[in-house]
């Protein structure tokens, strides 16, 4: 069983900085892990995903050269650093283990969320 908890959420203004954190608990180690998230009326998307050892990466193309995801093995957390935000980032943004790398489609196990909110 895996237990996902973020942080980091808050309210900035646009082209302002938030990290996103995810502490896991269980083993997650040998697993991609991924960010999605979920605006108001919309569907839940994906946003990154990063490989059990870190060293690949994919991002969802509006986020590319702003999001950066990482991992941490060590400390059994993963991040997403969010630089350049913008208005149409606002959303909960929920971590997820086991996503798919090829497909990026959502593993098993999420977080509660935590919430984004970019002002104009």
């Known amino acids: 069983q ?10 900035v203004q646009a082209g302002g900085s938030l990290r996103l954190s ?13 960010w999605f998230r979920q605006a108001p009326g919309k569907e839940r998307e994906f946003v990154a995903v990063i490989g059990s050892r870190g060293g690949y990466t994919y991002y969802k193309d509006s986020v590319k050269g702003r999001f950066t995801v990482s ?13 350049s935000l913008k208005p149409e980032d606002t959303a909960v943004y929920y971590c997820n283990a ?3 790398l ?10 509660q969320g935590t919430q984004v909110t970019v002002s104009s």
């Not at 995810?22 to 991924?34: E, L, N, P």
């Not at 991992?71 to 630089?83: A, F, H, I, S």
């Open 71 to 83: 991992r941490d093995n060590g400390k059994n957390t993963m991040y997403l650093q969010m630089n």
């Open 98 to 100: 086991e996503t798919d």
């Open 102 to 111: 090829a497909t990026q489609r959502p593993g098993r196990f999420w977080g």
């Open 22 to 34: 995810c502490a896991a608990s269980g083993r997650t180690g040998g697993v991609a892990m991924g």
């Open 2 to 11: 895996v237990h996902l908890v973020e942080s980091g959420g808050g309210l």
